[in-house]
């Protein structure tokens, strides 16, 4: 009998207040979308990434012990701050997610929701499907909720409007910008492996002809784009939105709309000021625990 790979997984215990930070911890250092569970009765947080590969553990634990100091020195409570790297069966591992991931609604426009959810959508609800995987964004997210609002509140239905999705991860606006109606809509992320799984969930929702998927870094993208877009969406850490804000605003059309997430709402203001030397405005803004993201449109 064939037996799976086994994944190997890194856990962090900690405190709710810190969740989210040592959740973005974790994406910056492997480069995809950690999950992160709450325990109501014990009132701890435990974050998780998986891998294919066995973590360098002389290297990746030292690296998350100092970000967790960091996170620690912006008065955020990180709780117990264990890590963990351990082997777990690629099985359990994907069946522990049914417990945890649950249909979510944006507006009245789109429906996210797992393959084994039996919810049904309202009449003209667009559905993407999204299981979560090594490389994921389910929605769940904060900042990827707020994504998903503002890419179903700039829709028009009676125009065609472009997309462009920096940093997509599991593909997941991209996806929910081609089912709502969105063309062209182009995505693009640092890690090939975001970027299988991402054309995998475009095939899965039957938009693979719809979603042009590449590797691409932002930090190397043209200073002078070939195309511009009507909405734009960079799901990034601070640091590297300001470092790249001209990329950025450059590939966003004059009246269009660009929607800056990731972000911890300690660094918001820098984010907004750096972005307004640029004669981008604040028009819509959202704070949800320790993360804020916020749409700018010209002035």
Excluded at 79 to 85: D, K, Y
Excluded at 213 to 230: N, S
Aim: glycine residues 8%; positive net charge.
């Amino acid at each position: 009998m064939k037996t799976s790979k086994p994944l190997w997984r890194v856990s962090v215990t900690t405190s709710l207040e810190a969740e989210d930070a040592v959740t973005e911890l974790l994406n910056t250092i492997f480069g995809a979308t950690a999950a992160a569970y709450f325990n109501l009765e014990t009132g701890v947080s435990i974050v998780s990434a998986f891998r294919d590969q066995k973590p360098d553990v002389k290297k990746v634990k030292p690296e998350i012990l100092s970000g967790l100091q960091h996170i620690a020195d912006c008065d955020l409570k990180i709780g117990a701050g264990q890590v963990e790297i351990a082997k777990v069966k690629r099985e359990d591992w994907a069946e522990s997610w049914k417990r945890h991931f649950h249909p979510l609604e944006i507006g009245k426009t789109l429906l996210v929701k797992p393959s084994w959810s039996k919810k049904r959508p309202r009449k003209n609800q667009a559905v993407v499907i999204l299981d979560p995987g090594l490389s994921f964004g389910t929605g769940q997210h904060p900042t990827t909720s707020f994504c998903l609002g503002e890419i179903a509140r700039c829709h028009k239905g009676d125009m065609t409007q472009s997309f462009l999705d920096i940093g997509t991860g599991s593909g997941i606006l991209a996806i929910a910008a081609a089912k709502l109606g969105y063309q062209p809509v182009q995505a693009f992320d640092f890690d090939p492996e975001s970027v299988r799984v991402a054309k995998a969930n475009a095939r899965k929702n039957r938009v693979e002809n719809k979603v042009k998927l590449t590797r691409g870094d932002v930090t190397k993208l043209p200073l002078k784009p070939a195309r511009q877009f009507d909405l734009v969406c960079a799901n990034l850490i601070s640091t590297l939105l300001i470092a790249e804000k001209r990329r950025i605003v450059n590939r966003l059309k004059r009246g269009g709309t660009l929607v800056l997430a990731g972000i911890l709402a300690a660094e918001f203001a820098e984010v907004e000021q750096a972005f307004a030397g640029l004669k981008l405005k604040l028009v819509a803004s959202r704070v949800e625990n320790e993360w804020c993201s916020g749409a700018f449109c010209f002035v």
